[in-house]
């Protein structure tokens, strides 16, 4: 059973940076694409960003060109120039195939989420 793990969350002010990581029980994703996702209070949980297994990316268009997805044996998402929009509990999730995908139903193994706050 694969147990995914966030960390890098907290408080940052307006145009600040976190970068959160994400790693698995077994510190692979094996040939799975990875994604992370965002659920802001009251709202529903939306794509952010995916990394497919040999590198392929997709973003939201609403934080394209300032958050990177990136991989290692754990899973990055830098993000740069936070706005208070970007607060949310974050998620990562390890898709059923290797590739990267907006679609929340491609993804079976999810984290517990990590905070991120952005004060204006």
């Known amino acids: 059973q694969v147990q995914l793990v966030e960390s890098g969350g907290g408080l940052v002010q307006a145009g600040g940076s976190l970068r959160l990581s994400c790693t698995d029980s077994k510190r692979t994703f094996s040939n799975n694409g990875v994604g992370w996702f965002r659920q802001a209070p009251g709202k529903e949980r939306v794509f952010v960003a995916a990394i497919g297994w040999r590198g392929g990316t997709l973003y939201a268009d609403s934080v394209k060109d300032r958050f990177i997805i990136s991989r290692d044996n754990k899973v990055y998402l830098q993000m740069n120039t936070l706005q208070p929009e970007d607060t949310a509990i974050y998620y990562c999730?390890?898709?059923?195939?290797?590739?990267?995908?907006?679609?929340?139903?491609?993804?079976?193994?999810w984290g517990q989420g990590t905070q991120v706050t952005v004060s204006a």
């Open positions: 999730a390890s898709a059923r195939s290797s590739l990267a995908t907006r679609d929340v139903a491609q993804y079976r193994y």
